[in-house]
């Protein structure tokens, strides 16, 4: 199934996606746009022209698990592409996501503009990856 991890920002959104076989997530693009309905109109379109059958969308839930005002925004947006796809939204913990993916950047020497243009999509891919790793682990047991 190839499925479509979004990491939703204010000013930056990463997507990333898998292939059928959700073997691989690999980083899409980055959506530069503030305008909360213009960014869903973009996620939208790359959920229509990826074919992605499930769109997987970080829940960033604060350190001592509560929901706090980012995580609500994000329920709303996923909820909001869900109706506008009409494909299926599963939030997904994104706790510390951010963090890895400026690790990962660091191992990589990954500095500047650059880094600020692919982190998050670097993030939306370890976020699909986590939700991959969990299906995997469910179909095993």
């Given amino acids: 199934m190839k499925i479509m991890g979004v990491d939703f920002g204010d000013s930056r959104t990463g997507l990333a996606i898998c ?8 980083p899409l693009t980055v959506i530069h746009e503030y305008n909360f309905d213009r ?9 229509k022209s990826e074919k992605a059958e499930l769109i997987v969308v970080g829940f960033p839930k604060n350190m001592n698990n509560t929901i706090g005002e980012r995580a609500e925004k994000c ?5 909001r592409l869900e109706e506008l796809t009409g ?10 996501t951010t963090v890895s993916a400026h690790q990962y950047l660091n ?8 880094r600020k243009n ?3 999509a670097v993030a939306a891919v370890i976020i699909l990856e986590s939700y991959l790793g969990y299906r995997k682990n469910m179909r095993e047991q």
């Fill in 75 to 79: 329920t709303l947006f996923g909820k």
């Fill in 19 to 26: 292939d059928k076989s959700e073997f691989l997530a690999s």
């Fill in 87 to 96: 494909v299926t939204v599963v939030m997904w913990d994104e706790r510390c």
């Fill in 107 to 114: 191992e990589t020497n990954v500095r500047g503009k650059k």
């Fill in 118 to 120: 692919v982190v998050d």
């Fill in 39 to 47: 960014c869903l109109e973009k996620t939208a379109e790359y959920v």
